[in-house]
């Protein structure tokens, strides 16, 4: 399984975007799956998880109440929307898949399979 993340960009403080998150080459539909950041001069960051199902999300206290992660198991993609961004916001967001690890979904070493990033920057 790939994992293709995109939706990134500029947006201004304030500003929405959504990113997504798409697997190819098997279907991640019953896996966990969680959206984590790194931002320049900082540690990885757990931003949300979702459930294989979708009925658990999980988000880091920084972005909840703001971001809202979705999926899609039909169309085999995750979703992290991001509303009332910050310049703080800005990093390179990853998604990822946990085929079953030991831990906490927002543990980065729960998940085994990591997509590319993609560039979120906010402005103030």
């Known amino acids: 399984v790939q994992l293709q993340a995109c939706g990134g960009g500029l947006v201004q403080g304030g500003g929405s975007l959504r990113l997504s998150c798409a697997a190819s080459?098997?279907?991640?539909?019953?896996?966990?799956m969680g959206w984590f950041r790194k931002a320049p001069g900082k540690e990885r960051e757990f931003v949300s998880g979702?459930?294989?199902?979708?009925?658990?999300?999980y988000y880091g206290r920084s972005v909840k109440g703001r971001f809202t992660i979705s999926r899609d198991n039909i169309q085999n993609t995750v979703y992290l929307q991001m509303n009332s961004l910050k310049p703080e916001d800005t990093a390179v967001y990853y998604c990822a898949a946990d085929r079953g690890g030991v831990g906490y979904p927002s543990m980065d070493s729960k998940y085994d399979i990591w997509g590319q990033g993609t560039q979120v920057t906010v402005s103030s």
């Open positions: 080459g098997g279907t991640v539909s019953s896996y966990g």
């Open positions: 979702i459930s294989w199902s979708g009925s658990s999300t």
